[in-house]
């Protein structure tokens, strides 16, 4: 350490740990409990140690205290917390800032006073990626309040007294690029998680009933950049049992027994699916039963002890060995840790540094009862039982594999999964330091009337690694010696059937819990040509993280590359959303709700769109959005399978629709089964379908209102032409009107001004003139607002001081205004078309939805 001092009066040195435990345990450790004194911090979780502490001679004044995990947290700014408040895509690139929430500012202001009087800081969080971010999270606290502060770092792998002292006086400067490679995982998990999870929950949650508890909280249909492979490991695991079909196959066995044992002999065919087949083979092995040794092969064979552990094999062992989930797993073996007897637990490394004391690992356990014996063979040379381990190939440059780090028989306090997992870790240890097992293998091949049969037989000559590891088995059985050329008749011969099995489900019953909910997620996405579920897409992210850490990458080149990829994945996926309707439609029942955002833009197919087919729209791949919408006197629509037989060109199918009774005429009926076509004169009345428009009608949502569609094509027809709402007049509708236009810039020529309460500002849905009338909401009481008061529209426009007074209202501008207002107050849906122009569809008032409508069910 550069810089340490020697003699002198004492500093004061602020050291942090990760845990409160933690802290406790190396103070008590450096202080070798004489004079440690403990005291209350802001936080009554994270206490202040001090005592007195001398590193490479310097004298110094230690307090220690600690952090709970992570100090700060990451989130977007302002607005864009908000679900509606922005389109999920924003969020690719949305601000975001680090801060540190409310349940943390106790152990902020704990490090705040405390540095402001240190000279030094000694960082002594986990030794890996994620402990590197929250070191430089404390380091940012303490560096606004005392930007003098000495800044190190304790490096350890265990709280064990050699290691601890060792790292005090040996510190180094915390990594910069460790800390990098996390801030791109939080970051890039963020603004991919919140996008996806915002999209497909507003898209789906109102769309379906999903028939699982939420506890009373809002159902989340979340979307992980790591969850989402983990899920789908288990989701194609089923996809491959569902397909699985059923075989029956039938195969020849085979056995001979003499007084040295019975020799088991499989079939070289293995199995035949053809039963005649089958028979006639097992009835030649029947008439010259006579089997003819053909090869005698015997070789030595060794079975190699695993390589050290690292975290990923000690959870997959521990669920084999013990049925122990991953969360058990690793709670138990941070337990063992900070209490000193293993290593730290997260690690990718199994391979040991050169620099290992590999022995003296060994001879911490010679003391214990059961494997004591074996780990005094292991240090004795005669034995010959000594092996240096090989490593896997794995080094995640933080941390040595999971060892033990200290002897213990069993403490009092343990469950007995304590004991379970600290076994394994001292057995796996005393293996991997071990010579392999040796077997003497044979092989002997026979021929029965021209079929071939193989039998194997084992013994072990020495166990040597498998003595102490309990858990690894080598299985084998004798057999009979045979020679070559022997002849002998089969004690038994028989032709079996069995059936061909599916494979196993994958045993995880968390994730079997929440299969059938992700797997129509799956299968959306998969449908869209996206496999998100694929472990790849993560793992080519973990690789470049790697490469941050090492600083082959920089940060902001992977950020710029994952986050670009994935937000084209994003709008694809908005685009195709109707492949996720399908695929929840196979598991779940369609809602009949009205107010869900997304359903007033997914509709079922009523015909196919001749406007996208025939332009180069797909050439281009842009987007078509060639739509009618439904006005708000429509409650239901339901396509139905009844063909009109009358449009052209089609098919053009049916709609039952379900009107609201006070918002039709009297003499019309609430049920109407009606084409959208053209040729129904009841939905030419209540939709004002123009010529153009309902040419290009392609989808209808199913319940809603909104736009007309944008794209247009006039190609010519025999359908009837609708009539104008605002002249009057045939060939044209009133969006399309020659007088409406002319009186609105008249309108506009003269500053805006409303005559006698109406304004000529036309709707940006429907083209009829709107009403300026008055808000009386608490917010916006005496507000003046632009609303359409066209039966089967009635669309709040705008407000009236958002109004630019020398442009005109543009079509398709619903809701957003002119002004800074109209961006501030903007909602949007989960495709990020915006709702906030949406108004009562009883009174227009923008304020309010329908169902609290002062006026609701007073018939005008």
Not at 41 to 57: A, L, M
Request: hydrophobic letters at 30%; aromatic letters at 10%.
């Amino acid at each position: 350490m550069a810089g340490g001092g020697g003699g002198g009066r004492a500093i004061r040195v602020l050291n942090v740990a990760e845990k409160p435990s933690v802290a406790k345990t190396v103070s008590g450790i450096l202080s070798r409990n004489q004079g440690l004194r403990m005291r209350e911090g802001r936080s009554r979780y994270n206490k202040v140690f001090e005592f007195n502490y001398t590193i490479q001679g310097q004298p110094c004044q230690m307090l220690f205290t600690s952090v709970t995990g992570h100090l700060m947290e990451i989130e977007f700014e302002g607005r864009y917390r908000k679900w509606h408040a922005c389109d999920p895509v924003d969020l690719f690139q949305a601000p975001i800032q680090k801060h540190v929430p409310e349940d943390k500012l106790d152990i902020r202001k704990t490090l705040e006073e405390e540095a402001r009087k240190c000279q030094w800081l000694v960082l002594w969080l986990d030794c890996d990626r994620e402990g590197e971010n929250i070191a430089f999270e404390v380091v940012e606290v303490c560096s606004n309040v005392n930007s003098r502060l000495n800044i190190w770092r304790a490096r350890f792998s265990s709280l064990i007294e050699r290691e601890i002292h060792q790292a005090a006086q040996q510190l180094v400067r915390p990594n910069q690029l460790f800390s990098d490679a996390v801030d791109v995982r939080q970051e890039i998990d963020l603004r991919i998680g919140a996008s996806f999870t915002r999209f497909q929950t507003m898209l789906l949650k109102d769309a379906f009933v999903f028939n699982f508890s939420t506890d009373g909280r809002n159902l989340v249909l979340s979307y992980g950049p790591c969850q989402f492979p983990t899920l789908g490991f288990v989701v194609e695991r089923y996809w491959e049992i569902q397909a699985h079909e059923p075989e029956e196959f039938w195969k020849i066995q085979c056995s001979h027994t003499t007084d040295e044992g019975t020799a088991t002999f499989n079939w070289i065919r293995g199995h035949l699916f053809d039963y005649t087949c089958a028979v006639l083979l097992y009835e030649m092995c029947v008439q010259e039963p006579v089997a003819t040794v053909t090869k005698v092969r015997q070789q030595e064979r060794l079975k190699y002890p695993p390589h050290p552990l690292n975290t990923i094999e000690l959870e997959k062992r521990a669920s084999r060995y013990f049925r122990m989930s991953s969360e058990q797993t690793m709670k138990i073996a941070e337990d063992l840790y900070q209490s000193g007897f293993i290593s730290y637990p997260r690690t990718e490394t199994d391979s040991f540094s050169a620099r290992t004391d590999l022995h003296i690992l060994v001879q911490e356990q010679q003391e214990h009862p059961v494997w004591g014996p074996y780990a005094q063979r292991l240090l004795d040379p005669s034995s010959g039982l000594w092996r240096n381990p090989s490593g896997g190939g794995h080094d995640d440059k933080a941390h040595p594999p999971i060892h033990p780090t200290k002897f213990s028989p069993g403490q009092s306090g343990w469950s007995e999964d304590h004991r379970k997992l600290y076994e394994l870790v001292v057995r796996h240890y005393l293996a991997c330091v071990s010579q392999p097992a040796v077997g003497a293998e044979t092989t002997v091949e026979i021929d029965i009337a021209g079929e071939m049969f193989s039998a194997l037989g084992r013994t072990i000559v020495a166990r040597n690694y498998l003595e102490v590891y309990r858990f690894d088995s080598w299985g084998g059985s004798l057999i009979p010696n045979y020679t070559f050329g022997q002849q002998f008749t089969p004690t038994s011969l028989t032709l079996d059937s069995g059936t061909t099995r599916p494979p196993p489900l994958l045993s995880e019953a968390d994730l079997l819990d929440c299969m059938d909910k992700g797997e129509a997620l799956v299968m959306g996405y998969d449908d869209m040509g996206y496999e998100l579920w694929k472990p790849y897409l993560r793992s080519m992210m973990e690789e470049d993280m790697k490469a941050v850490s090492v600083g082959n990458k920089r940060k902001a080149e992977v950020l710029a590359t994952c986050l670009q990829q994935m937000k084209a994945c994003f709008l694809d996926a908005r685009l195709n959303k109707v492949k996720l309707f399908q695929a929840l439609e196979i598991f779940f029942d369609r809602t009949n709700r009205t107010g869900g955002d997304e359903q007033h833009n997914i509709g079922e197919l009523v015909r196919r769109c001749d406007v996208c087919e025939d332009s180069d729209l797909v050439l281009r791949k842009k987007p078509c959005r060639n739509a009618i919408w439904l006005p708000g006197s429509i409650s239901e629509a339901a396509v139905t399978t009844t063909v009109c037989n009358v449009c052209t060109p089609g098919p053009i199918f049916k709609i039952q629709f379900t009107f609201r009774r006070l918002e039709i005429p009297p003499d019309f009926s609430v049920h109407h089964l009606g084409c959208v076509g053209g040729c129904d004169d009841i939905m030419r009345e209540l939709m004002e379908i123009s010529a153009s428009a309902h040419r290009n009608f392609s989808s209808v949502p199913a319940r809603g209102r909104g736009t007309t569609a944008s794209s247009r094509n006039n190609s010519p027809n025999n359908q009837p032409q609708s009539t104008c709402s605002f002249c009057h007049q045939t060939g044209h509708s009133s969006s399309d009107c020659y007088s409406l236009t002319s009186q609105s810039r008249s309108a506009q020529s003269q500053g805006g001004n409303s005559h006698n309460g109406d304004s000529l500002i036309p709707c940006s849905t429907c083209g009829s003139p709107c009403l300026l009338k008055t808000a009386n909401t608490e917010n916006n009481r005496g507000r003046k607002f632009y609303s359409c008061q066209t039966q089967g529209c009635k669309f709040f426009v705008c407000w009236e001081d958002s109004v630019p007074t020398t442009t005109t209202s543009r079509r398709g501008d619903r809701g957003r205004g002119g002004g800074a207002n109209g961006s501030d107050v903007r909602f949007v849906s989960a495709t990020g078309d915006p709702v906030s122009g949406r108004s009562c569809f009883i009174c227009g008032d923008p304020s309010h939805f329908a169902n609290v409508c002062p006026n609701r069910g007073i018939r005008n």
